[in-house]
T-cell receptor
Framework: SAVISQKPSRDICQRGTSLTIQCQVD?????MFWYRQQPGQSLTLIAT?????????ESGFVIDKFPISRPNLTFSTLTVSNMSPEDSSIYLC?????????????FGQGTRLTVV | GQNIDQPTEMTATEGAIVQINCTYQ??????LFWYQQHAGEAPTFLSY????GLEEKGRFSSFLSRSKGYSYLLLKELQMKDSASYLC??????????FGQGTELSVKP
């Protein structure tokens, strides 16, 4: 299994500012994903972080709002830009082993973001 | 479109058996996952089905019927610590997961 370190674990931010969330994996993985979980809701995929190229965003999410970096096979960042209270959510990094896309996805412990 | 349905909440008694159903309609299918999520924590993997049939893992079993777009998670010998949200998720392409809304299970003494 993969061990994922995500930080910060939580933060309280002022509206209009930006927060960068880091995701570090203890082994090289092909696929890294970023999810959002709004209060009382299930998980929604924001984007796939592609190594060496731009992230692939899901409908409703754009690069200007959620820029993503993936400089290598073990690390990715998600930035939540120009935050508003509606961005208050848990943000989760997820990885799948590179050798088989259809096995379990592992999740980081999440970043609980509150925007005031 | 993509649609995954599961009951919003269920209640069961300690020691009993509970079955949580999940139906799905997705543009592709590369497997179905069940996750457990306790409040304030990240989801943890429970099971994965890609072929029809039953997968058993201790007190937890998961069933899949691809032709019916249907799965269930079976929890036996319920314990109080099993009170959590149970998430059904389908992998459709490229390792991405589409999640259902989750079923909040309350286990009563």
């Amino acid at each position: 299994s993969a061990v994922i370190s995500q930080k910060p674990s939580r933060d309280i931010c002022q509206r209009g500012t930006s927060l960068t969330i880091q995701c570090q994996v203890d082994s090289q993985v092909t696929m890294m994903f970023w999810y959002r979980q709004q209060p009382g809701q299930s998980l929604t995929l924001i984007a796939t972080a592609n190594q060496g190229s731009e992230a692939t965003y899901e409908s409703g999410f754009v690069i200007d709002k959620f820029p993503i970096s993936r400089p290598n096979l073990t690390f990715s960042t998600l930035t939540v830009s120009n935050m508003s209270p509606e961005d208050s959510s848990i943000y989760l990094c997820s990885v799948s082993p590179g050798w088989a896309m259809n096995t379990e996805a592992f999740f980081g412990q999440g970043t609980r973001l509150t925007v005031v | 479109g993509q649609n995954i349905d599961q009951p919003t909440e269920m209640t069961a008694t300690e020691g009993a058996i509970v079955q949580i159903n999940c139906t799905y309609q997705t543009s592709g299918f590369n497997g179905l996952f069940w996750y457990q999520q306790h409040a304030g924590e990240a989801p943890t993997f429970l099971s994965y089905n890609v072929l029809d049939g039953l997968e058993e893992k201790g007190r937890f079993s998961s069933f899949l019927s691809r032709s019916k777009g249907y799965s269930y998670l079976l929890l036996k010998e319920l314990q109080m610590k099993d009170s959590a949200s149970y998430l059904c998720a389908v992998s459709n392409q490229g390792g991405k997961l589409i999640f259902g809304q989750g079923t909040e299970l309350s286990v009563k003494p």
